[in-house]
């Protein structure tokens, strides 16, 4: 059995695979060059055996058989495809209409119109919108501060900062007559670490009256910054000052690089660090704080035992300029601040509130007042 298929097999091969013999090639002179390979004549292709012919005709002949739903064979539908692209059959078969439709063409375009118009409807036409009437903005006064969720301009009709600044001017043209320019700084020391003050501005002004320098802050009391979480307010309700007997001509550079400086600026950073301090002015009346070395007045100093100087905060002023007037937001507090000697500090550390308050009323008394002289005699 293995045999006769071996030899079936055998008989196949030698009927399928024909020997092809080579093309012969004519002699040619040695400088004729040869031909490319790719101008060689092809050698015929094998025939093909009788079981291999009769199996692909009977593979073609059922394929002919296969129709599609509209009774087109494979040839029919190749040979339609092969057509130029016809919008109109296209539109035929996306409305699934007949193949054929009676009729002059216009009746056809008219139900290929209808049927696309079933799939993409025909849009809206819009309409141009009114113009929106224009109301004129609620004063401030009438709009809800209230509600977290509603950022309000600060200030009446948005003008707060100028209302601020103009209360200020009004106020120390009382005193005397302010520089043109302000103490400020070439980077903003909130940059580098210092307290914020209401509306980022760190600035001081000079006063200069017939007989004293006074150095006050320009800012702790600026309006809050929409974004900056005080509300509508004058900052932190307050600014400090403090006046030096006897340097009404100490210049602006001079100024800066003092003691007394130094003094007012450490103040003003505190309250900024406090966010105000008008409700312990409120409560204790005078205030006590502490003050860096670099704040002690030479006629103070003492360079073999370094001691430290500080202040009393809201001694009384005369003719009541303890507030600005007419701020637009919220009262504003004019807080003085008076330079002690160390042992008057050390005697309201050690007596607490009894000798701060007895201390304050000992410069008042004897008509220093608010005042800082730096070559008064220490009164503890």
Not at 11 to 33: D, K, Q, W
Not at 228 to 235: A, I, L, P, R, Y
Not at 309 to 319: E, F, N, V
Request: net charge negative; hydrophobic share 40%.
């Amino acid at each position: 059995m293995l045999k006769r298929l071996l030899g079936r097999s055998k008989t196949v091969t030698e009927e399928v695979v024909e020997p092809v013999e080579a093309p012969e090639v004519p002699a040619t002179e040695a400088a004729t060059p040869m031909p490319s390979p790719f101008d060689a004549p092809k050698p015929e292709p094998p025939p093909q055996a009788p079981k291999i012919r009769r199996k692909r005709e009977a593979i073609r002949s059922r394929a002919s058989d296969v129709r599609d739903e509209h009774g087109r064979t494979a040839e029919e539908i190749a040979a339609e495809a092969n057509k130029d692209f016809d919008i109109m059959a296209v539109a035929r078969r996306a409305a699934e209409l007949p193949e054929e439709v009676e009729g002059p063409d216009t009746q056809l375009e008219e139900a290929v119109a209808e049927a696309l118009e079933s799939i993409v409807p025909e849009p809206a036409p819009v309409e141009p919108a009114a113009p929106a009437a224009v109301v004129d903005p609620a004063p401030s006064a009438e709009l809800d501060k209230g509600d977290p969720g509603h950022i309000v301009m600060p200030g009446a009709d948005g003008d707060a900062e100028k209302g601020t600044q103009a209360a200020r001017d009004a106020y120390w043209a009382q005193w005397g007559e302010s520089d043109a320019s302000l103490i400020g700084y070439d980077t903003n020391p909130q940059a580098l670490g210092a307290p914020a003050w209401p509306n980022t501005r760190q600035n001081f002004r000079l006063i200069r009256t017939e007989a004293s320098l006074i150095i006050a802050s320009e800012g702790l009391s600026d309006p809050f910054g929409a974004f900056s979480g005080g509300g509508t307010t004058n900052g932190f309700g307050m600014e400090v000052f403090m006046e030096v007997m006897g340097w009404q001509g100490m210049r602006l550079k001079e100024a800066k690089s003092s003691w007394a400086f130094a003094a007012i600026e450490h103040v003003a950073r505190v309250v900024a660090q406090a966010r105000g301090i008008v409700p312990l002015l409120d409560e204790h009346r005078v205030l006590s704080i502490d003050l860096p070395y670099s704040a002690t007045p030479e006629a103070w100093a003492d360079p073999d035992e370094p001691q430290m100087p500080g202040g009393l905060l809201g001694l009384g002023l005369p003719d009541g300029r303890d507030r600005l007037q007419d701020t637009p937001l919220s009262p504003v507090r004019m807080v003085p601040l008076t330079m002690i000697t160390p042992d008057e500090l050390e005697a309201c550390l050690i007596g607490g509130a009894e000798d701060r308050l007895s201390l304050a009323d000992d410069l008042m008394t004897t008509g220093v007042g608010h005042h800082t002289v730096p070559d008064r005699m220490s009164l503890r």
